[in-house]
């Protein structure tokens, strides 16, 4: 492994109490002439090992959040930390380098190149991270398996089903052995079934390997199988549900 490599494994092994915090965060939009206040002082904290689902309406101010809390978008207030490190102290380009060593990120759509074997998906971030050919292999491999898709390694990205894909995504989304995950609606394509293997799935690797896990969904499998649940309402968390 070459030295760029290795120092990007380093801040993934630093013992931290809390994976990912916001205080006091707002996000204000210019819109039409007016302002539209999607978030308004938001508070949370997940901490290692944790799985916790974020539940909300369109509109409520998800994906606002799950931004800002992986530094793609700046608070007009607040703080967010991820690691204990204060991400306002941080450039574009540290902020990149901790997306790619220590988060990983999952969306409703599995995001495969069709045409690249299941473990060429998987080799993409480590291709980012300057990971050594050989040592990529190993890796991408082993996060295959660790998803259960050992087998369908080498199969292309449009040969599989959604749920093998999803799992695909799982393990780029695992193989760089992330600190924190933060999910959009990763069951949302899924039928019930294969979506409640992936919830039961990710919630093992959470616990096992102490990685903070946020999900944004309307998956009442995932809010069952939550440590926690979050509630976003009009920009505003809270950990009970809001009056409808
Ligand atoms: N770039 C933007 N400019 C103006 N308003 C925005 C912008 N991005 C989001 N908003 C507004 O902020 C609020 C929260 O939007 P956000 O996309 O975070 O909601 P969401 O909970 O993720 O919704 P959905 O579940 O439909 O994806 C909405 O009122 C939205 O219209």
């Known amino acids: 492994m070459d030295s760029q490599a290795l120092t990007a494994q380093q801040p993934n092994s630093n013992p931290v109490s809390t994976i990912v915090e ?6 204000d939009f210019s819109s039409g002439g007016g302002v539209v206040h999607a978030l308004r002082g938001i508070d949370l904290r997940v901490l290692p090992g944790e799985f916790v689902a974020l539940r909300g309406r369109s509109g409520s101010g998800k994906t606002t959040l799950l931004n800002i809390l992986i530094g793609l978008d700046n608070p007009t207030s607040g703080k967010v930390s991820i690691l204990e490190k204060d991400l306002s102290t941080l450039n574009e380009t540290e902020r990149a380098r901790l997306r790619r060593e220590s988060v990983g990120m999952m969306f409703q759509n599995a995001h495969l190149f069709p045409s690249l074997t299941a473990q060429e998906n998987v080799e993409i971030p480590l291709r980012l991270a300057r990971v050594p050919g050989r040592k990529r292999t190993e890796m991408a491999l082993q996060a295959l398996e660790h998803v259960g898709l050992g087998k369908r390694a080498h199969h292309r990205g ?5 749920g093998e894909q999803q799992r695909v995504a799982l393990a780029r989304a695992l193989v760089h ?7 959009d609606e990763p069951t949302g394509n899924l039928d019930s079934l294969t979506g409640r293997d992936i919830i039961m799935l990710l919630r093992t690797i959470a616990h096992e390997e102490g990685i903070g896990m946020l999900i944004a969904t309307h998956d009442a499998v995932l809010y069952k199988a939550a440590d926690r649940v979050l509630y976003i309402n009009d ?9 409808e």
Do not use: D, N, W
């Not at 920009?235 to 009056?243: D, I, K, N």
């Open 158 to 162: 449009m040969e599989l089903s959604g």
């Open 22 to 27: 916001a205080r006091g965060v707002t996000r």
């Open 235 to 243: 920009g505003l968390v809270t950990s009970e549900a809001p009056q």
């Open 177 to 183: 052995k992330p600190r924190f995950i933060i999910a």
